[in-house]
């Protein structure tokens, strides 16, 4: 969807909807009530194996409510599971911001009652009107009264509802037949009577398409018919002067893509040098050069004890180690363990051992770079890095959106802020060593228990991580929703589009995780960059913090800030949040 205006909450308006959740509503020892999202509905919502609890027996999820789901356009119904062990009283109520782009939703339950005392499911069907293309944000407000008495717990859940605008406006009372007339009096009846008319319309329209194209290819064909005879002529003539040139210049041709969206008859790839990056020169690399560049820091497996396995992909596993002290064997630390499984490649072996090398020989606080290497022969290499309890900031920041009140990893906006200032502070620091990361998001960073944050290489990401990565044509998987226009269009990377990595990645945090661009194709993101679209304000995020975004994604790389610029405004909005706490 294209961008949208700026929208920020402080966070001193969300503390003070928490205090509508203290014990003036449900609280312990209360009536058991349970209101969540089921595995199935989260599964079809956002693609996780988890259930998401509003309400776990009467306690309400501070963490979970605020968040605005979004609803795919093909996605039109949504579906909460609720009950109680004794009476509670309901109400339900609906709440939409653009009333053009969708109608008031539709309960398949009264407008209040009780809550059942058994596990029960209501769905709520969410109604577009196929007027417009519009991101909607919809409400749903349930209120719940234990003992008709005033004590009511007020529950909003917010959503985000893709909404798409339809060729035909009558087409509407075909998907929801509960309308029986449309707002000029038509009926039902009447729309499912103009579909023949469209699918005429349709067929004729094909037919019309389809002997244009064989018309095209006809022309074409003639063309390089006539072409082709003149080739012959002029290979004849030159072999007649002993000349070959005529022969060496026609082979040369190239593979040419074109986008989705172009014609057939419309310029050909150099118009669109989104399809034309250059080979990664990681693949230039051999297997011998590359164990040849990590030598020096070559241990013995058999330091090495394997305990979980932290994250696993097609090819390659990170486990949590233990690495035995050379000197003193009593003496122990907790490492992260890159490997690959028996089927790797060799070339994916390379890439893993010249990734992890990205960051070697740098130090600073919020750098994570490779401690050993093991690369004995008959063994596949492994690289070591130190451990950080908490792993991975991506999956981390996704186990916070699901996590309850009372868990220890709920996090608070000002936490998101110092995370995102110690990441620039990292950036910052290779900035100053002319060290580009090319790969900076989320999966590549690494989080402890006190909250510190490191940056990490991005070896075996695009294994560990997938959805993440898209070819486009070249058999090259690239970051690229994380991606600047420059880097996606030319190939060029530097620190300007580092920062613009960082605004993406700023955008993860204040998400806790979600996807950016999730509803842009990919081969369409260098189009839908240019054109200025950028993507979304996220909820909840204050207009001050969604502006430094903004800043990241200029189009001129010249126009977006350094990062020590970022590290300083940043470090001021996270001491002005300190003064609501």
Request: with cysteine.
């Amino acid at each position: 969807m294209a961008s949208t205006p700026g929208r920020g909450v402080l966070p001193i308006l969300w503390r003070a909807l928490v205090l509508l959740w203290s014990c003036g509503g449900l609280c312990r020892g209360g009536p058991g009530v349970n209101v969540y999202l089921s595995v199935e509905e989260m599964r079809r919502l956002i693609g996780l194996e988890a259930e998401l609890y509003y309400v776990r027996n009467d306690v309400v999820s501070h963490c979970a409510l605020p968040f605005k789901l979004l609803v795919p356009g093909e996605t039109n119904s949504l579906h909460f599971t609720w009950h109680t062990k004794s009476k509670v009283e309901y109400k339900l109520g609906f709440q939409v911001d653009n009333l053009v782009a969708m109608d008031m939703p539709r309960a398949n339950i009264s407008a209040q009652g009780e809550v059942p005392r058994t596990i029960s499911v209501f769905r709520v069907d969410l109604l577009c009107t196929g007027n417009l293309d519009s991101e909607v944000t919809m409400e749903v407000q349930l209120n719940l009264t234990i003992n008709s008495s005033k004590n009511i717990t007020v529950l909003n859940f917010k959503r985000r509802k893709i909404c798409y605008k339809k060729p035909e406006q009558e087409e509407k009372n075909l998907i929801y037949p509960g309308k029986n007339s449309s707002k000029d009096g038509r009926t039902a009846f009447d729309a499912v009577h103009t579909v023949p008319t469209t699918s005429t319309r349709v067929f004729y329209i094909s037919v019309g398409v389809c002997c244009a194209v064989i018309f095209l290819v006809a022309i074409i064909l003639a063309v390089l018919h006539l072409h082709s005879m003149k080739r012959v002529e002029l290979d004849d003539s030159m072999s007649e002067s002993g000349s070959s040139q005529g022969l060496s210049q026609p082979s040369t041709q190239t593979t040419q893509y074109l986008r989705a969206d172009t014609p057939n008859n419309a310029t050909p790839v150099t118009s669109y040098p989104t399809l034309r990056i250059e080979k990664n020169d990681l693949k230039s690399v051999t297997l011998a050069e590359a164990k040849a560049r990590v030598k020096d820091i070559a241990i013995s497996r058999e330091r090495v004890t394997f305990k979980d396995v932290l994250q696993e992909g097609t090819f390659g596993r990170i486990f949590h180690g233990i690495l035995v002290d050379e000197k003193d064997p009593s003496k122990e630390k907790y490492v992260f363990a890159k490997t690959v499984k028996d089927h790797a490649s060799e070339v994916q072996v390379t890439m893993m051992l010249t990734e992890s090398c990205k960051l070697r020989g740098l130090h600073h606080r919020n750098l994570l770079p490779i401690s050993h290497v093991c690369i004995e022969d008959g063994e596949r290499p492994m690289v070591l890095l130190p451990y950080l309890n908490w792993g991975n900031l991506k999956l981390f920041l996704r186990q916070c959106k699901l996590a309850e009140a009372n868990n220890p990893q709920a996090i608070s906006q000002q936490d998101l802020v110092h995370m995102a200032i110690q990441i620039a502070c990292g950036m910052s620091y290779l900035a100053r060593r002319e060290v580009i990361h090319k790969d900076l998001a989320t999966r590549n960073c690494v989080i402890d228990d006190s909250l510190q944050v490191k940056i990490a290489d991005n070896a075996l990401s695009r294994d560990l991580f997938p959805m993440d990565y898209h070819c486009l044509g070249d058999n090259e998987n690239r970051p690229v929703r994380w991606m600047a226009l420059e880097s996606l269009v030319n190939n060029e990377f530097s620190s300007a589009s580092d920062v613009w990595a960082f605004g993406v990645t700023l955008w993860e945090l204040m998400t806790l995780g979600q996807t950016p661009y999730v509803d842009i194709d990919p081969f369409e993101m260098a189009a839908y960059l240019k054109d200025g679209y950028r993507i979304a304000q996220p909820i909840n995020c204050p207009d001050e913090l969604f502006a430094v975004m903004a800043c990241c994604w200029a189009l001129d790389r010249d126009e977006r800030p350094k990062f020590q610029q970022l590290v300083q405004c940043l470090t001021e909005f996270h001491a002005a949040l300190g003064a609501y706490v």
